[in-house]
Each structure stands twice: as structure tokens, then as C-alpha cells.
């Protein structure tokens, strides 16, 4: 029953190959548009963990309570541009404190601020609600009130402004808006102001999935490339069996994009790993098609009808079969990922999973509708110039 199942597609596939390609094309076009709705996810420890992990069960109890635990930072620090000047070099400068004033009554306006703490904040707090205006007095009541130290490194050369946010903040806008801060206020000279914090590290790896993605998948794909030329001395054949990975890489792009999946630091390298695997489907199909046109040659002779049509039908009966237990042995490979608590690896595996049952696909629909399309141009072209010749003669 199975064999005759694979007998029927063999023979639609090489009946209506230009039917195939276009049903394929379709819903590659439909795989760029679901692509593009790709969100990036953040990537942090409570992502990374199952939540009834006590730890993180513990930090949700206390966000419930006690609100976000999302911090960011503005580092302000001394860097003094010539020595022996006037600029500041002390962070308890009564210029450096008006500063940090500045900046954190500026982020409490920011969208999705719970509060910010700064050594401003808590000078105003034991000095009646003033800033104090001199050094000295600035030190006094350092010295009074330890709380101050958890915000001035021990050489007073760096001090922090701590905002805290919702845990639904929008991580892309919360940053531009803090540094568009930092860029209009102006700062006392000898003094720089950067960000920082834990959910900024998850933004920076978040902004960088994207551009990475596109490196690794440029790399895989030119280095893939390489070799199959190589193996095959073939531009045709060499170009053709990428294709299974240039669809089934995209078609899992789409798939990810369809279920809103997402993408994480994590599962970002994935399309590389699904390349590398990927491509021993189409290696393989174009491989025995090569075998198979080759015993035509010598089968031709009593049966002078036969072609490429015909290779690729016994290509296609004799590969389907081993792709399909390569396929459902990694999607059980890649599935028992999940098991794990560690969610990202399941994500991974997932993705995985995806990729290898879309470039099978694309190994037994794109790959043999194009190797036909062309073979087929290339025998009517021959025949022509056969048709001329005779003609002339």
C-alpha cells in the first residue's frame, strides 16, 4: 500500500512538474509574508526556566508584591579630558548631583516607569526636600546616611541612577527614550553617562538576533554551497539541491511566524543547523537521479523512450521511503529535547523539528520539479537543433 501511495506522487511529480513548482511557489510566497510577523522574544532566566521552578515561582511572588523587579541603570562616571583641569572628579560634585537630578526627573515621566532611585533622590529625602549646593555639606550628610553608598563606587568615580520598570515594557522604545534623554541633558564636564542594567542586556541581544541570523545563514549557506559544487563538478546540480534548504528554511520561517512561536537569542542560530541537516535530502535525491540517468544511457537502446521523466520516477520510489525514517527518526531526536525543563531547548528542538520535515518536503517537491523542468527544456532545445540540421542537410 505504501509503495503504491509513493508510486502515484513519483508519477504526478513527473507528470505536472510546472504544477508542482508553482503550488510550491505559492505557498513559499506565503511562508515570506507569515516571516516577516516574527517577534523577537526576551531573553532572560524567567524564559529560559519552566515556572514552577521554586525559584521563579518565589520571583513572581515577589514581582505580585512587591512590583517589577526590571531594573535599568544610568551609569554616570568620571572621565576627565585633560589633566589638571577644572572638570569634575568626584561623582559627589554638587554639578554631578544636579545632574543625576535631571536625569531621574526626567525617566519618572517615561512610559512604563515604576520609580527611579538616585544619590539626588535620597539627598533630598534627609535634607528636607533641597539638593545640597556645596561639597562639603553633600559629604556630611554622606557620612550621616549609608544608604548613599549603594550608589557611589567605593572611588567615587562612578555613580547610578536606578529606574525601574512594568514587566511589559516595550524594551526597544524604553531605550531610545532613555537615551534620548541622556542626549539632551547636558552633562558638567568631565562626566559620561551611559545605560545599562540586566533589561538592557536582554535588548541588545534581542536587537541582535536579527543581524546575526542573517550571518550565520549568509555563511551556512555560501559554505554549503562550496561543497556541493565541489561533490558534483555541476553547476545545475550543485545549485539544484539548495534549494531544499533555501525553501525549507523559509517555509519554517513562515511555520514559526504562522503559530507565533517567536525567536529568542537562543533558537536564533537554528536555521543554520537545519541548513547542514537539510541538505543531505536534496545530496541525496540529486545523487541518485544522476545514478539513474546514467543506466538510461545504457537501457536506451531497446527502449529508446525513455528519460528524464523516468529517472526521477525511479528516484523518487527509491528515496521517498529512507527520507521518511531519516525524518521521523530526528523529529524523535529532536522532540525528546523537550523533555528537558530548560524551555529554550525545547524551543530549539521544536524549530528543529520543523526544518527537517520542511526540507524533506522541499527535497521531494521543489528539487525534482526543477531538475525536470530544465532537463525536459534542455532535451526540446536539442531535438530542435537535431531538427534543423537534418533540414539543412
Do not use: C
Amino acid at each position: 500500500m505504501g509503495n503504491r501511495i509513493i508510486e502515484l506522487y513519483s508519477g504526478f511529480v513527473t507528470k505536472f512538474p510546472v504544477i508542482v513548482l508553482v503550488i510550491m511557489l505559492l505557498v513559499s510566497g506565503f511562508a515570506i509574508k507569515m516571516a516577516g510577523t516574527i517577534q523577537t522574544k526576551k531573553s532572560d532566566m524567567k524564559s529560559m526556566i519552566p515556572q514552577n521552578v521554586e525559584a521563579i515561582s518565589t520571583l513572581n511572588s515577589i514581582e505580585n508584591e512587591f512590583g517589577s523587579t526590571n531594573t535599568v541603570s544610568f551609569a554616570v562616571e568620571i572621565d576627565p579630558s585633560y589633566r589638571g583641569s577644572d572638570e569634575v572628579r568626584d561623582v559627589r560634585d554638587p554639578a554631578v548631583i544636579r545632574y543625576m537630578d535631571q536625569l531621574s526627573e526626567l525617566a519618572l515621566h517615561t512610559d512604563n516607569v515604576i520609580d527611579v532611585t538616585s544619590p539626588a533622590s535620597v539627598l533630598k529625602s534627609i535634607n528636607g526636600g533641597r539638593l545640597p549646593q556645596s561639597s562639603r555639606e553633600i559629604q556630611e550628610l554622606a557620612n550621616k546616611n549609608g544608604l548613599l553608598e549603594r550608589y557611589f563606587s567605593n572611588d567615587y568615580t562612578l555613580a547610578l541612577v536606578n529606574i525601574r520598570t512594568t514587566d511589559d515594557v516595550d524594551l526597544s522604545s524604553l531605550e531610545r527614550e532613555l537615551e534620548k534623554i541622556l542626549a539632551e541633558v547636558p552633562k558638567p564636564p568631565g562626566i559620561t553617562a551611559s545605560l545599562g542594567g540586566s533589561v538592557m542586556e536582554s535588548q541588545k541581544m534581542q536587537t541582535a538576533i536579527a543581524p546575526d541570523m542573517a550571518k550565520t545563514s549568509t555563511y551556512s549557506l555560501i559554505g554549503i554551497l562550496i561543497i556541493v559544487l565541489v561533490l558534483f563538478r555541476s553547476i545545475k546540480y550543485g545549485f539544484t539541491p539548495m534549494t531544499t534548504i533555501i525553501f525549507g528554511t523559509l517555509w519554517t520561517m513562515g511555520y514559526v511566524g504562522l503559530i507565533g512561536m517567536g525567536l529568542s537569542s537562543q533558537t536564533s542560530g537554528v536555521t543554520s543547523m537545519i541548513m547542514g541537516i537539510g541538505i543531505d535530502f536534496g545530496i541525496q535525491l540529486v545523487t541518485r537521479y544522476r545514478l539513474e540517468l546514467q543506466k538510461l544511457s545504457a537501457l536506451r537502446e531497446h527502449h529508446p523512450y525513455l528519460g528524464p521523466k523516468d529517472a526521477m520516477a525511479v528516484t523518487l520510489n527509491n528515496v521517498i521511503t529512507p527520507m521518511l525514517t531519516t525524518t521521523l527518526a530526528a523529529l524523535i531526536g529532536f522532540q525528546a529535547m523537550s523533555l528537558g525543563r530548560l524551555t529554550f531547548l525545547g524551543d530549539m528542538g521544536t524549530m528543529m523539528s520543523y526544518g527537517v520535515a520542511a526540507s524533506m518536503i522541499a527535497a521531494i517537491t521543489i528539487v525534482p520539479a526543477i531538475i525536470l523542468i530544465i532537463d525536459t527544456i534542455n532535451i526540446k532545445n536539442k531535438l530542435h537543433k537535431i531538427n534543423l540540421m537534418e533540414q539543412l542537410r
